[in-house]
């Protein structure tokens, strides 16, 4: 653009010269010409700005750490006059998102359309706003600029891996008084616990038919309760404030790899059953679930806020409830508060858990097994995986 303002005041200032040494209609015509041709292509340019049409999509606005989705983008000019040029800027994470470029320029004919389509590698685990962020018109004289912010963006959704574990022997405590509240315990269909008349309620499942038929009515069998150990996850989900890009670099990586540790171990306890309720910092509520699929989705959706409060998360938790609990703690920070409250979890009958992602003080880590309190770094259990883009 500059070049064209720089060339556009040349050809002025010599039809100027030109009509200074010559004047007669022929000069007078190029310098009015020379005048009016840039309001006439600016007005033009006011005009095309407002008659474009932007639709957006993506094919999966839902992807796991790794995975690829596919972004269409559609411009459709509505105007008479085909568009002399167009920039177009996207908007996508720099660190958590990998695509192929940012900016592209563009013409669309008269009344036509042109579709765009990029492909977005999810890098980290976030939560992202992806799309068209502006589109800069050109005059045809390229002297003037116009961007037109588009607000409208899409959110896409990168989930965190669920890594395989190598090792991991947890002890954990029996929940006598609170199996029954949330569906603790559960039934072995294998091992069958005493026969009885069949009830409304029962199910098919619970006729023995060999029985039945023996005795002339139904009988429906009993079976063996089994307890199911409840855990709960305790996510530091709160954000040191990132003034500079590296420390939000670093900080985007850190919740990445907690989230990839809280997936990952609860997958893990499900493979054996374990109900499992996460609490983390604007949960709403206490709630035990067996389903990997809506644990998982919770997980994935976690936001990272900023500030403390993971102590008192806590503390709230250590002074509301007296039952023995298995509690894991997933935390990217240590400090002598958190250290404190855990003490005190473990004291009062839990069975305490701590999942480490930084080197943490050898002292602190004394203090905590004195207690009983299991330290592990994720790294050291997790099975490592090919990098991205291997």
Known sequence: MT??????????????????????????TAVYAALILPLISLAL??????????????????????EITTFTGIIQNSFFLPCASANITFKADDFGLAMASKD????????????????????????YDVGIRDITIYDFLGLFEFKQEHPNKLMLVVTPRVLPI????????????????????????????????YQPTDGYKKVHWKVSAKR?????????????????FFINNSKLLTKSDYARQKAIV???????????????????????????????????????????????????GTGGGFEVLLDSYLKQNKDPMNLYIFTQKMNESILSTLKL????????VLFLFNKVKDGFIRELESQNILCIYFEEIAQPTEELGD
């Open 254 to 304: 850190g919740e990445d790899a907690l989230m990839e540790a809280v997936v990952s171990i609860m997958f893990h306890c499900h493979g054996f059953g374990h109900p499992i309720s996460l609490q983390y910092l604007g949960s709403l509520q206490e709630y035990f679930s067996a389903d990997f699929n809506q644990l998982y989705k919770e997980a994935s959706m976690i936001p990272f």
């Open 45 to 66: 340019a006011l005009f095309t700005k407002r008659r474009f049409l932007i639709s957006e999509k993506l094919s999966n606005d839902y992807i796991a750490k790794g």
């Open 345 to 352: 979890l473990s004291i009062s009958g839990n069975h305490v």
């Open 216 to 232: 002339n009515e139904l009988i429906s069998k009993n079976f063996q309760e089994t307890e199911k150990c409840t855990t709960m």
């Open 104 to 127: 592209m320029s563009i013409r669309i004919k008269a009344f036509g359309t042109r579709k765009l389509e990029f492909k977005i590698t999810g890098v980290y685990r976030g939560i």
């Open 3 to 28: 070049k064209n303002r720089i060339a556009y005041g040349i050809v002025l200032v010599v039809l100027l010269l030109f009509l200074f040494l010559y004047e007669g209609r022929m000069t007078y």
């Open 166 to 197: 190598t090792t991991l022997s947890l002890d954990s405590v029996v929940q006598d008084a609170i199996l029954s509240k949330n569906y603790k315990q559960g039934e072995d269909y294998n091992i069958v616990s005493e026969l009885r008349k």
